[in-house]
């Protein structure tokens, strides 16, 4: 994993180049939204069962996939599910901390798309269900922070996809 400062360094040093212009611009911004991006994980971390239930019931419940029969349809099943999304949720509030999505791509998505197909996990609903978390999430965090922590949601659909 690595953070916006490390990615921005280690481009710059295997160039054997100082940071540019550009760079530079790129960490202002990143500490800028440093107070944002962490009061943000601050409200999530707070909120996390909250914030995954609300995901769970928008996007999930009371769909055919919940119904008997559904991939969601015994309580392990809907228990996995609940905690991918806490996965999702707590992998996300990291990379925004971070600035970088390099976690999401480490912990979270490598082979993620293959296992879910192998065992019939429906990828459709899951990327449903995390832009439902990315939805509840901005309702909570409020519309700045929401965006912030959005792009890394949509990476997480965009992996999946």
Do not use: W
């Not at 055919?64 to 349809?73: E, Q, R, V």
């Not at 392990?76 to 599910?81: K, L």
């Not at 996990?121 to 990315?134: E, I, L, S």
Request: glycine share 8%.
């Amino acid at each position: 994993m690595q953070d916006a400062i490390t990615t921005l360094i280690n481009s710059s040093d295997v160039q054997g180049k100082y940071l540019d212009d550009a760079s530079l611009e790129n960490l202002q911004s990143y500490f800028r939204s440093g107070d944002l991006r962490a009061r943000a994980a601050m409200t999530i971390s707070a909120n996390a069962s909250m914030i995954v239930t609300k995901t769970v019931a928008k996007a999930l419940l009371y769909t055919d996939i919940t119904a008997p029969g559904g991939n969601m349809y015994t309580c392990r099943r809907y228990a996995a599910c609940v905690r991918d999304m806490d996965y999702f949720l707590r992998y996300g509030t990291y990379a925004m901390l971070a600035g970088d999505p390099s976690i999401l791509d480490e912990r979270v998505l490598n082979g993620l798309k293959e296992t879910y197909n192998s065992l019939g996990v429906p990828v459709g609903a899951t990327v449903r269900a995390v832009q439902a978390m990315k939805e509840v999430t901005t309702e909570m965090v409020g519309a700045e922070a929401g965006r912030e922590i959005g792009t890394f949601f949509d990476h997480i659909c965009s992996g999946l996809s």
